[in-house]
């Protein structure tokens, strides 16, 4: 059974930081790209990083870039968010998600293109 279970929001002042994990079983962790989405209210679910199963390569919303770092560690079946200089339009359910071994280049952020999603953790940012 797969299952992907992220932990590490919560609730910070923009400026801080937060680090997300997802916990990945089931399935051949160490061959998926891996993803980051997230959806604020009201908002469609949007791509946010995701990178290829050796970790060599990795894309970045343009909202993102400079501020956020994906990275797994794929001997504990785990992926990282590190989210730095956080603003409150970063608020938002923050998911993982795994799809097949390419993260696809230029469709990184399909979600359509993910097989498998976890329930989701919670980011609030205040100003």
């Known amino acids: 059974q797969v299952q992907l279970v992220e932990s590490g929001g919560g609730s910070v002042q923009a400026g801080g930081s937060l680090k997300l994990s997802c916990a990945a079983s089931?399935?051949?962790?160490?061959?998926?790209?891996m993803g980051w989405f997230r959806q604020a209210p009201g908002k469609e679910r949007e791509g946010v990083a995701a990178?290829?199963?050796?970790?060599?390569?990795?894309y970045y919303a343009d909202s993102v870039k400079g501020r956020f770092t994906i990275s797994r560690d794929n001997a504990k079946n785990t992926l990282y968010l590190q989210m730095n200089a956080l603003k409150p339009e970063d608020t938002a359910m923050y998911y993982c998600?795994?799809?097949?071994?390419?993260?696809?280049?230029?469709?990184?952020?399909?979600?359509?293109?993910?097989?498998?999603w976890g329930q989701g953790t919670q980011v609030t940012v205040s100003s």
């Open positions: 990178i290829y199963p050796g970790g060599g390569t990795t």
């Open positions: 998600a795994a799809r097949g071994a390419t993260c696809g280049g230029g469709s990184w952020y399909t979600s359509s293109r993910y097989a498998y």
């Open positions: 089931g399935y051949p962790y160490g061959s998926y790209c």
